[in-house]
């Protein structure tokens, strides 16, 4: 016969266990924090950090629009569609020669 079987040692030190009469058993002091902080996923640095450096570039970036736009603001559009044909021709082809 087998006098090392686990299960049948399992078996008897489940059934020497009382419970009726004993205290319930309490979770040790901060057992519960410990737990609950190691479920957190794991913060990833660099991410934040580039979450954060785009977050705080986007103000940067409206300003300098805006300063652009008013430093070089477009000419507003000649009213083309009010020309006739031949001032709307020499109003294009002089453009194009202007430009190098």
Same mark, same amino acid.
């Given at each position: 016969?087998? *006098? !090392?079987?686990?299960?049948?040692? =399992? @078996?008897?030190?489940?059934?020497? !266990? &009382?419970?009726?009469? /004993?205290?319930?058993? /309490? ?5 519960? &924090? ?15 950090? =580039?979450?954060? =450096? @785009? ?6 970036? #409206?300003?300098? =629009? ?8 477009? /000419?507003?559009? $000649?009213?083309?569609? #009010?020309?006739?044909?031949? &001032?709307?021709?020499?109003? $294009?082809?002089? /453009?194009? *020669?202007?430009?190098?």
């Amino acid at each position: 016969m087998n *006098t !090392n079987n686990p299960w049948k040692r =399992l @078996a008897d030190a489940a059934s020497r !266990n &009382t419970t009726g009469t /004993e205290a319930p058993a /309490e979770m040790p002091f901060g057992f519960d &924090t410990r737990v609950l902080a190691q479920l957190r996923p794991q913060r990833q640095l660099t991410a934040e950090l =580039l979450g954060r =450096l @785009a977050f705080d570039a986007v103000p940067v970036a #409206a300003v300098v =629009l805006v300063a652009c736009w008013l430093t070089v603001r477009p /000419e507003p559009p $000649v009213k083309l569609a #009010a020309m006739d044909p031949v &001032t709307l021709a020499d109003v $294009v082809f002089a /453009e194009e *020669t202007e430009e190098p």
